[in-house]
């Protein structure tokens, strides 16, 4: 099956939407199995890749085929300024859970507990990559693989174990959830093997999880200030746990 259109809807109903040349780039560094790939512009795309993306480069000159813009924007629901959109398919829940549950961890494990904002979940896994965790789960009803999850993680979902799980399922090790309060965040020292648990935007910990945590911790804010946007404390803690003794992956 040569034809890119063909190849397209033969899996678009069971792929992933990698939106746009860096989520491309990014996916296929990290491993993604890409059975199709189109831009409505095939030499700036690969001129993309020659200036940012040599890693890749081969890869994305034997993947990228030319369609016509109009068909590109049939295929996608918000065409992306690089002109460039590709499938990828989706890891099994299996290998997610087998990433999640290896020990011992050399980084934390990310929940976010019952989520609400599709963006902010794709800003954390984006930050959880480039941190080097090892990995983002969800609690609660969001897919953390919805395609506007997937724009906002700029394809970084393959650089990181992602899943949707249930709190009694959460990985090993000691979870330390985030909670205004709970003790000083600065006065602690966060294991490697440590789940980082964060509340929804609106509602703060389920019961569930603030009963299933070992210890609730507190970012430093202002008084009066109600709270930090969800990535924004997201990347406080891993910054957190970096700089107090966590090796963020050269690789």
Do not use: C
């Not at 065409?79 to 997610?96: N, Y």
């Not at 969800?230 to 992956?249: C, D, R």
């Amino acid at each position: 099956m040569t034809d890119p259109l063909a190849r397209w809807l033969a899996h678009a109903d069971d792929a992933v939407l990698l939106d746009g040349f860096h989520a491309l780039k990014h996916a296929l560094r990290f491993g993604a199995e890409v059975p199709v790939a189109i831009t409505t512009d095939r030499r700036a795309a690969l001129a993309l890749a020659e200036e940012l993306a040599e890693d890749v480069q081969d890869a994305l000159d034997a993947l990228l085929t030319q369609v016509p813009a109009q068909t590109y924007a049939s295929l996608v629901p918000r065409p992306h300024p690089t002109g460039v959109a590709a499938l990828a398919v989706r890891p099994s829940r299996e290998a997610a859970l087998r990433r999640l549950a290896r020990i011992p961890r050399s980084a934390p494990v990310v929940v976010l507990d019952n989520p609400r904002n599709l963006g902010n979940a794709g800003a954390v896994i984006r930050l959880a990559a480039g941190f080097g965790a090892t990995g983002v789960v969800t609690t609660g009803t969001l897919d953390p693989w919805h395609p506007t999850v997937v724009r906002g993680g700029a394809g970084l979902h393959f650089a990181t174990a992602v899943e949707r799980l249930g709190v009694d399922e959460l990985p090993p090790g000691p979870v330390f959830a985030l909670d205004p309060e709970g003790d000083d965040i600065r006065g602690v020292r966060l294991p490697d093997d440590a789940v980082l648990a964060f509340g929804s935007e609106r509602s703060g910990l389920s019961d569930e999880l603030r009963a299933r945590a070992d210890r609730l911790l507190r970012l430093p804010m202002r008084p009066q200030v109600s709270s930090y946007n969800l990535a924004t404390s997201v990347a406080m803690t891993l910054y957190h746990w970096s700089a107090t003794g966590g090796v963020v992956p050269a690789s």
